[in-house]
């Protein structure tokens, strides 16, 4: 089986520009979710997504959003980039929701 | 509100020796509960969950972590260590309905291993 798949791996923006980051999900799980993890830091939940809704989201501003495609892929964006927004940005899949969760690699942002 | 917490944030043992690491959790209900490590650089890899039953679950690479529902903890063990475990450890709690749930990490415990 396929595992996660998280593209770009390394992304450098500059701030106040916006950035579209990717996920794949493992094949046959519908429910996809959004960390974002900070140096030195445990992951920190951003949003989910279940069938193409969203049903779920942390403490996290409107310029983060996201979207879940038919075929469960996902998108995250972030708007007007900041400084503290670089970090390790993390998607996970799951079957069923709330429950064994697969993280991909991630993908390290950059903000100078 | 639910919490985390990994009251290590470093710890260092020699290869061979045994292994403990720490994890207290607040959550009203019933908690599902994970145990996941992270390289250098890399994703999470999940190392074993708990869901209900035996409170003594094992995992993979020689890891097992016992349930203490009256200690609010589920701390993760193994008998001998090896250098390749040297990472990051991060327990996790899902919170929510079983429609929202979401993970809760702790702040990760760093493991070195001494030759």
């Known amino acids: 089986e396929t595992g996660v798949t998280q593209s770009p791996t390394h992304l450098i923006k500059t701030r106040g520009q916006q950035v579209t980051l990717r996920c794949s999900s493992q094949s046959g799980h519908n429910t996809v979710s959004w960390y974002q993890q900070a140096l030195g830091q445990g992951p920190q939940f951003i949003f989910q997504?279940?069938?193409?809704?969203?049903?779920g989201r942390g403490n996290f501003p409107p310029r983060f959003s996201g979207l879940q495609f038919p075929n469960y892929s996902s998108e995250l964006n972030v708007n007007a980039l900041e400084l503290d927004d670089s970090a390790l940005y993390l998607c996970a899949s799951s079957l069923v929701l709330g429950y064994g969760y697969t993280f991909g690699s991630g993908t390290r942002l950059t903000v100078v | 509100a639910q919490s985390v917490t990994q009251p290590d944030i470093h710890i260092t043992v020699s290869e061979g020796a045994s292994l403990e690491l720490r994890c207290n959790y607040s959550?009203?209900?019933?908690?599902?509960l994970f145990w996941y490590v992270q390289s250098p650089g890399q994703g999470l890899q999940l190392l074993l969950k708990y869901f209900s039953g035996d409170t003594l679950v094992q995992g993979i690479k020689g890891f097992e972590a016992e349930f203490k529902r009256s200690q609010s903890s589920f701390n993760l063990r193994k008998p001998s260590v090896h250098w390749s475990d040297a990472a990051e450890y991060f327990c996790?709690?899902?919170?929510?309905?079983?429609?929202?749930?979401?993970?809760?990490f702790g702040q990760g415990t760093t493991l070195q291993v001494k030759p």
């Open positions: 997504y279940y069938r193409e809704e969203e049903n």
């Open positions: 959550y009203g209900a019933t908690p599902y």
């Open positions: 996790a709690v899902v919170t929510g309905s079983s429609n929202t749930g979401k993970l809760i």
